[in-house]
């Protein structure tokens, strides 16, 4: 995987829908808003409005575990296909049909059974802040993402600690040592060496 990709899961549940068996339409929520992670080693809150016009531009596919070698279950090109992506105030919701295929077939019969209960998605990130709390932890706000690339259902839903946010946690963390050394004034030296008889 692309080092600038990251993955996160979400726990709000994939479902499919309908009272006939026969029925094929799985929805979801890929992620959501303004709510804090958790299995992280920081919280991260992604804002409302961080997918603006990124959906339009997107080339997303809908996986089963991310894994796009057993094939897709449904895509979405440029905001048009068989796979619905809508924003809406508590996320990006996903809908599509499973295909008729065993993969579709696998997915379909493991909703039901309560193997797949969560949900997942892989993206980038063009925008985000980082801040340390006061209680010493780090908090990460995603403003924008910069590209969407597959929504998924998923048999574990894990959190991808990739290097990407690992450097964007060094970097805020390297910028706030420089400002404390910076807010120390000279003075504060100069009563050392004179301590010290320098």
């Not at 996986?63 to 897709?72: A, K, P, S, W």
């Not at 499973?98 to 077939?105: E, N, R, S």
């Not at 839903?157 to 050394?181: D, F, H, I, P």
Request: proline share 2%; with cysteine.
């Amino acid at each position: 995987m692309d080092d600038k990709k990251e993955i996160r899961n979400t726990s709000f549940q994939v479902q499919v829908t309908g009272e006939n068996e026969e029925k094929r339409t799985v929805e979801g929520y890929a992620l959501l808003f303004d709510t804090p992670s958790d299995g992280l080693s920081f919280t991260e809150v992604i804002q409302r409005g961080a997918l603006d016009g990124v959906l339009a531009k997107s080339d997303v596919f809908a996986l089963l575990n991310h894994d796009q070698r057993r094939g897709i279950l449904a895509r979405s090109q440029n905001g048009q296909g068989s796979l619905t992506l809508s924003v809406d105030s508590k996320g990006l919701k996903y809908r599509f049909e499973a295909p008729k295929t065993v993969l579709g077939d696998e997915l379909i019969e493991n909703i039901r059974r309560g193997e797949i209960k969560e949900s997942s998605f892989c993206f980038d990130v063009e925008k985000d802040t980082w801040e340390r709390q006061k209680d010493g932890n780090w908090k990460r706000t995603i403003e924008k993402i910069g590209s969407l690339y597959d929504v998924s259902p998923v048999y574990n839903g894990a959190y991808s600690k990739t290097s990407v946010y690992m450097r964007g946690k060094e970097l805020a963390e390297e910028e706030l040592r420089k400002k404390n050394q910076e807010e120390v004034p000279e003075s504060y030296y100069e009563n050392i060496e004179k301590a010290l008889n320098i």
